[in-house]
Each structure stands twice: as structure tokens, then as C-alpha cells.
T-cell receptor, first 114, second 117 residues
Framework: LAKTTQPISMDSYEGQEVNITCSHNNIATNDYITWYQQFPSQGPRFIIQ???TKVTNEVASLFIPADRKSSTLSLPRVSLSDTAVYYC???????????????FGQGTTLQVKP | EPEVTQTPSHQVTQMGQEVILRCVPISNHLYFYWYRQILGQKVEFLVSFYNNEISEKSEIFDDQFSVERPDGSNFTLKIRSTKLEDSAMYFC???????????????FGAGTRLSVL
């Protein structure tokens, strides 16, 4: 499983766009990039997943450059309720002998201020 | 939207007692997991389960731990003799393999807070 590096914490204000970048220099060809969000005392929640280029859903956008060695989660116009820990995970899920386990790092604690 | 449900939300037990944490994964999912998170620490993988057997377990998942899928809907984690250091949030997750261009997505329950006194 590729190792990921992301900032430990970020601060933002309501209404701003927040970009969280994750480095994954050792990403493998079959790996996907997945971001999860976790609120205190709750389970991680899937936000977005991508393989290359840009992916957008109703919650966020994910930008992946051509070399795939990093990715950026973009949260448009954050609100106080977006205060959470955001995790970047890289892996291929099941297949090739992998069981799909997720290895979480410390994540990025995003604090949104009024 | 389908969700993973876990019961109880909070379990208090005495050291040395057995506990069973219960999970109902999303109905058409085939892969099941348990993770734990000690307060203030990372989410840690415990065990993965597929086709009625453990497919991988971590070093944390020692002989005191066991998992079972007793019927078509429940997935349980048993801790045979709890220790103080087992106090944590325990999360159940499930996934299904959709296939390219999508990778696997795990859906987590809200967790069971286990307090060992």
C-alpha cells in the first residue's frame, strides 16, 4: 500500500474554498485515490475517489495530475459543518491477493471558523 | 441510502469479561471489516472477512478476538477477555467490488464505543 503524506491540520473560514493536497509518490498502476471524512465519534465516510484527471461530485472535487504522485481534495465554500478529519488513502482494493484493508494515516484536521 | 448499522452504540464492561459487538453490513456487500480507533489516535485495521473466512488480520487481532457471520445479515466481533487497552471505538465496514473504472469503497458504521473498566 502506497504511503501518503498530507498536512496535519488546516484552518479556513466559512465560504472559502479549501484545498487539501496529499502526496503519494509510490502509487502503483492499479491504485485508486480515495478520500474519507470523519467527524468526532463517527465512522469514516467516503467522500470521493479517482484514478486520474479530475473527478467531481456533489460534495467535492478531486484533482489528480498526470503523474498521479499527488492529489488535491477541493471543498468549495466550506461551512462550519465541514470541520472534520480528512483522510487520503491509496490502494487497489481487492484483487491481486489484496484484501482491501484500508490503512489510515493521521489525516488532515480541518477547522472551519465563522 | 443503504447503511452499515452497529449495535450497541456504547458498551461498558468489566476487565476480563467477554463482549460481542454487532454489525449489519449493507445487504449486497461481500467484504467485511472491523477497525478500531483509540481516542485521539488513528483508525486501525483489525480484520477483513470474505466468503465466510478471515482473509487478513492485523497484529492487534490476537487470539482474544474472533469474528463471525452467524447468518446472512450479521457480522460480529467478539473479544473473549477484555483488557483496559481494548477501550476504543470499533467500526464495522463493508464493501463490494464494482470493478474498473471504480475502486472499492468501504462504508462504515457509526461505531461502538467500548469502555473497559
Amino acid at each position: 500500500l502506497a504511503k501518503t503524506t498530507q498536512p496535519i491540520s488546516m484552518d479556513s473560514y466559512e465560504g472559502q474554498e479549501v484545498n487539501i493536497t496529499c502526496s503519494h509518490n509510490n502509487i502503483a498502476t492499479n491504485d485508486y485515490i480515495t478520500w474519507y471524512q470523519q467527524f468526532p465519534s463517527q465512522g469514516p465516510r467516503f467522500i470521493i475517489q479517482g484514478y486520474k484527471t479530475k473527478v467531481t461530485n456533489e460534495v467535492a472535487s478531486l484533482f489528480i495530475p498526470a503523474d498521479r504522485k499527488s492529489s488535491t481534495l477541493s471543498l468549495p465554500r466550506v461551512s462550519l459543518s465541514d470541520t472534520a478529519v480528512y483522510y487520503c488513502l491509496v490502494g487497489e482494493g481487492h484483487g491481486s491477493g489484496n484484501t482491501g484493508k484500508l490503512i489510515f494515516g493521521q489525516g488532515t484536521t480541518l477547522q472551519v471558523k465563522p | 441510502e443503504p447503511e452499515v448499522t452497529q449495535t450497541p452504540s456504547h458498551q461498558v464492561t468489566q476487565m476480563g469479561q467477554e463482549v460481542i459487538l454487532r454489525c449489519v453490513p449493507i445487504s449486497n456487500h461481500l467484504y467485511f471489516y472491523w477497525y478500531r480507533q483509540i481516542l485521539g489516535q488513528k483508525v486501525e485495521f483489525l480484520v477483513s472477512f470474505y466468503n465466510n473466512e478471515i482473509s487478513e488480520k492485523s497484529e492487534i487481532f490476537d487470539d482474544q478476538f474472533s469474528v463471525e457471520r452467524p447468518d446472512g445479515s450479521n457480522f460480529t466481533l467478539k473479544i473473549r477477555s477484555t483488557k483496559l487497552e481494548d477501550s476504543a471505538m470499533y467500526f464495522c465496514a463493508s464493501s463490494d467490488t464494482i470493478g474498473p473504472p471504480f475502486g472499492d469503497i468501504q462504508y462504515f458504521g457509526a461505531g461502538t464505543r467500548l469502555s473497559v473498566l
